[in-house]
């Protein structure tokens, strides 16, 4: 039996470590361990609870709307503010196309390499390159000239010998099964959606002013005016402008990351089977509506049962840090986010180190819990959970995706079927934005220009304690924002990200995190090569940033990170 390591993580946010025991060709235990550190709800203590989205936002330099939208929610939860339906659709806009965008860039900068192989492209014909790529969409750049460009750019990339993020990849091993021209496709693919993104994301800068972090964001609502005759406010050019980005969006989704998914998926099959996790599965309620409804149901699916769906009580989830670098809540217990704590206590090895005592604590991420049991976030739990629950417009698109493939649903619980519900979430939110838009326009063309509940606004008219919670379906999954209030200031703050939820560590009964468990019977071809540990671990798309991150109270270093 081999033990073995990857750290870092890389083609993720923040700081990652995975240590597996492999035997026979396969895993057969696995820890995740966040090496770095979080302080953000620390600081947030004894501030006007107003100010708290800006900076929670700063958790992470990618998740930044979505701590802002989560923390916004808990303190209107609190306050028992309703926001005016022009605030709720533009606040559904900016948060939908950073699910768009986010997606796309996870799928291609971030997991594809896992099932692409870059340098095979060199190998390829670019006239079958194009007909590959004509057979699966008529996209207008099919064309076998414009491979042959792609081609010899990266021909001479290569010939520079500087690589940069491609210089570490595992080119050439033998788990890469596509043919060289749907890699060459892929890799074309991977370059134009680094052009659209930094197009499609102007709608942030238009709707928030800016990207990252917008700041446009409100307690009761939002700051952005409403006024098609001022060139300072949101207005019919502006209006125009985000229609033509929701559907250059909606564009490269339906013709290009869809059709390249689809057709990487049928080379790899054999991981709808691999990868399955924990078989618990939650997700939030999202994109609400005038009346309170949200157009993507909320719930969970417990132990793989998708004959229902249990709704969620926000009291039944806990942390736990028995096996994470904080200060004991005592032993085997879990707290609450309201009652949580955030106070560290490393007492790990000094590094440099081989191996992580993995029997005591050997994480900064803490183990929350539903029912006390280790739950799954993120696009596949909101498909899995809007299937269930009779959602139209994903049953259609999840059927699609099953037939094209031709598996059936169990193929869901794995790698493979993670990264599909990434795809079908971002082509049911694509195409959904528009609408949210319209109706923006069909109020805004009845005279309705409000956009803030200004009658909670003044600290006067607040209780002297009150406490809330805020959901937000972020891109990477569940997010919960908790916050107590105390004659007007933040007396607790504690935030429970997507990936607390699926890297988090054993807890007090020993139950392993998603990630951990679902490495357990991956194939491992080459342990000194762990291509198969990322493929897996990518497909949760991993944002250590939003839980990791330190500084002490004078500015001084406490952790140097070396690059090899």
Excluded at 73 to 100: C, D, F, Y
Excluded at 220 to 226: D, F, H, L, T, V
Excluded at 392 to 421: C, I, N, Q, Y
Aim: proline residues 7%; glycine residues 8%.
């Amino acid at each position: 039996m081999a033990r073995i390591v990857v750290d870092p993580i890389t083609r993720i946010e923040g700081h990652l470590r995975i240590e597996a025991e492999v035997s026979g060709g396969s895993v057969t235990d696995a820890w995740s361990s966040s090496t770095m550190f979080r302080g953000i709800e620390t600081i947030l203590k004894g501030r006007d609870p107003r100010d708290a989205w800006y900076f929670t936002q700063r958790f992470c330099g990618v998740c930044t709307t979505v701590h802002s939208i989560a923390s916004i929610r808990a303190v209107e939860n609190a306050l028992g503010i309703k926001i005016p339906p022009n605030a709720e659709l533009i606040r559904n806009i900016i948060i939908g196309i950073q699910n768009v965008q986010d997606h796309v860039i996870h799928f291609y900068h971030l997991h594809a390499l896992d099932w692409v192989d870059i340098t095979s492209g060199l190998k390829a014909d670019p006239a079958k390159t194009a007909q590959l790529a004509a057979s699966l969409s008529d996209w207008p750049l099919n064309s076998a000239s414009y491979f042959k460009g792609v081609q010899e750019k990266l021909k001479a990339f290569v010939a520079r010998g500087r690589l940069g993020p491609f210089a570490n990849a595992y080119w050439g091993h033998p788990a890469y099964r596509l043919p060289p021209e749907a890699d060459l496709m892929a890799t074309a693919h991977y370059l134009e959606a680094l052009e659209w993104q930094k197009d499609i994301i102007k709608i942030h800068a238009i709707l928030g002013s800016k990207n990252p972090h917008p700041q446009t964001f409100l307690v009761g609502g939002m700051s952005i005016p409403i006024d098609p005759d001022s060139q300072n406010a949101l207005n019919a050019d502006k209006l125009i402008e985000i229609k033509r980005l929701l559907k250059k969006a909606q564009d490269f989704v339906e013709q290009v990351y869809m059709p390249d998914l689809l057709a990487v998926a049928s080379f790899y099959k054999e991981w709808g089977a691999i990868g399955s996790g924990v078989g618990n599965y939650m997700c939030y309620p999202e994109f609400p509506d005038a009346s309170g409804n949200c157009w993507l149901p909320g719930g969970a699916i417990m132990n793989r049962d998708i004959s229902k769906v249990v709704e969620l009580d926000q009291k039944k989830i806990t942390e736990h840090v028995d096996h994470s670098w904080y200060q004991d809540a005592g032993a085997g217990k879990g707290l609450h986010p309201y009652e949580g704590a955030t106070d560290p206590n490393y007492t790990g090895p000094t590094p440099p180190y081989d191996f992580l005592d993995t029997e005591k604590k050997y994480s900064w991420v803490k183990a929350p819990r539903y029912e006390e049991k280790p739950m799954e976030v993120g696009p596949l739990s909101r498909v899995l959970v809007a299937y269930v629950s009779g959602h139209k417009e994903t049953k259609e698109a999840v059927d699609m995706v099953l037939a094209k493939l031709g598996v059936g649903p169990e193929a869901l619980f794995s790698t493979l079927g993670r990264t599909g519900a990434r795809g079908i979430d971002c082509l049911l939110i694509a195409r959904q934005a528009p609408k949210w838009l319209d109706e923006l326009i069909g109020n805004i063309s009845k005279g309705d220009f409000h956009i803030h509940a200004n009658e909670k606004w003044d600290p006067a008219t607040w209780p002297a304690e009150a406490h809330g919670y805020g959901w937000h379906e972020a891109p990477r999954g569940g997010l919960g924002h908790w916050i107590k209030i105390k004659d007007r200031k933040i007396l607790n703050y504690q935030a429970v990200v997507p990936s607390t939820w699926n890297a988090s560590p054993r807890d007090a009964s020993g139950q392993a995190g998603p990630y951990e468990a679902a490495l357990l019977g991956t194939p491992i071809a080459d342990p000194e090569k762990p291509l198969e540990i990322l493929r897996t671990i990518h497909s949760f798309d991993p944002c250590l940033a939003c839980a990791v991150h330190v500084l002490d109270a004078t500015g001084r270093e406490t952790v140097q990170v070396r690059v090899c």
